[in-house]
Nanobody
Framework: QVQLLESGGGLVQAGDSLRLSCKAS????????MGWFRQAPGKEREFVAA????????YYADSVKGRFTASRYDAWDTAYLQMNSLKPDDTAVYYC??????????????????WGQGTQVTVSS
């Protein structure tokens, strides 16, 4: 089992950047692919980005491609989501999630076993 704790959210203006962190504790972090999801008020939770358990592959939703970057630093048991050129539509609660030794990068919420508590990102226009 792994526990996840997000941090780094906040209130920013359109065009600004934020970096979210997801600190893991518990079982070997390096064995987990890490996903990022977000949920805006009144909407379903949606996939944002993911990085493979060896860090060699990343995958992004079309809405964030070219603006967001997923990374990880296994020595610190931490995954990151660098968010640049933020837009008001990016406003949501952002969650990190862990998927144990998957064969491919997952984009569905049901494929992730562990979730953090979420961190609020608000982008003003």
């Amino acid at each position: 089992q792994v526990q996840l704790l997000e941090s780094g959210g906040g209130l920013v203006q359109a065009g600004d950047s934020l970096r979210l962190s997801c600190k893991a504790s518990g079982r070997a972090f390096s064995n987990y692919a890490m996903g990022w999801f977000r949920q805006a008020p009144g909407k379903e939770r949606e996939f944002v980005a993911a990085i493979s358990w060896r860090g060699g592959d990343t995958y992004y939703a079309d809405s964030v491609k070219g603006r967001f970057t997923a990374s990880r630093y296994d020595a610190w048991d931490t995954a990151y989501l660098q968010m640049n050129s933020l837009k008001p539509d990016d406003t949501a609660v952002y969650y990190c999630a862990a998927d144990y030794l998957p064969s491919t990068i997952a984009t569905l919420t049901t494929e992730y076993h562990y979730w953090g508590q979420g961190t609020q990102v608000t982008v003003s226009s």
